[in-house]
């Protein structure tokens, strides 16, 4: 289970501070594939990263499967992340220099899982994504939604146990967002992971359980 309770977090800009999350307390299950919605400068991004440790909240408290990750200090978080969390990011997030499969295979090659388990599990998750014969391709090589399928690929390649992504359909079609997010589903419960994800796309709350409404950094409501 994740658990947020009272979490804030605030920006310093030439505006003074800002309050990008403020006092917000939820509960997600494990398994579930939730969904932040909101409009753009809601405060989605920020909240996710803070539930994966990619920014430290100002105050409250985050665990994340009992784990505190707001007290965890930078090589124990980094640790934890490695293990226990996938990413996928707006824009895919490939690295340019590294092929689709050493793209999906780097989760697993930092986890220690190498040889023939590695290959194995980077043809399976190929085949998973319909992308069978991209192996040796470079993201240059790819379209959009090919890019995100990817990312999906490497995001649960190490069967992480929570899967945070960050509006991975706004660059896409509706009809190859769709796929990204049935794709991101099926793989999450092939693998039993709980899914968080932060997008304004109302074509998500047909699959969504529970929903999160974000207005101003602040949850509006939540929606089982």
């Known amino acids: 289970m994740i658990q947020l309770s009272h979490v804030t977090k605030t920006f310093r800009s030439g505006r003074g501070q800002v309050k990008a999350v403020t006092d917000v307390s939820l509960s997600v299950d494990t398994g579930r594939f939730a969904a932040i919605m909101g ?14 440790g990619l ?5 409250g408290e985050i665990l994340c499967f009992g784990t505190p990750i ?6 124990k978080l980094s640790l934890f992340q490695r293990r226990h ?54 993201p240059h090589e790819l379209s959009g939604g090919e ?3 990817v990312s999906v690929a ?3 390649a190490h069967h992480p146990k929570l899967l945070l992504a960050d509006e991975p359909t706004a660059n896409l079609d509706t ?7 049935q794709l991101m589903r099926d793989l999450g419960q ?26 101003d950094g602040q949850v509006v409501r939540e929606e089982k």
């Open 39 to 52: 409009k753009s400068g809601a405060g989605k991004s920020t909240l996710l990263n803070c539930m994966g």
């Open 55 to 59: 920014e430290m909240p100002d105050g």
């Open 70 to 75: 707001h007290r965890l200090r930078a090589g």
């Open 85 to 138: 969390l996938g990413f996928i990011f707006q824009r895919g997030n490939l690295l340019s220099y590294l092929t689709v499969a050493e793209n999906i295979g780097m989760p697993l090659t930092l986890n220690g899982i190498a040889g023939k388990v590695r290959d194995d599990r980077i043809e399976a998750l190929l085949a998973d994504i319909g992308l069978p014969s991209a192996a040796t391709a470079l």
């Open 147 to 149: 890019t995100q399928r």
């Open 154 to 156: 490497r995001a649960i």
């Open 175 to 181: 009809a190859t967002g769709q796929r990204i997010v």
């Open 190 to 215: 092939d693998h039993g992971c709980t899914i968080i994800m932060a997008t304004h796309d109302r074509e998500i709350t047909d699959i969504a359980d529970p929903i999160i409404g974000l207005k």
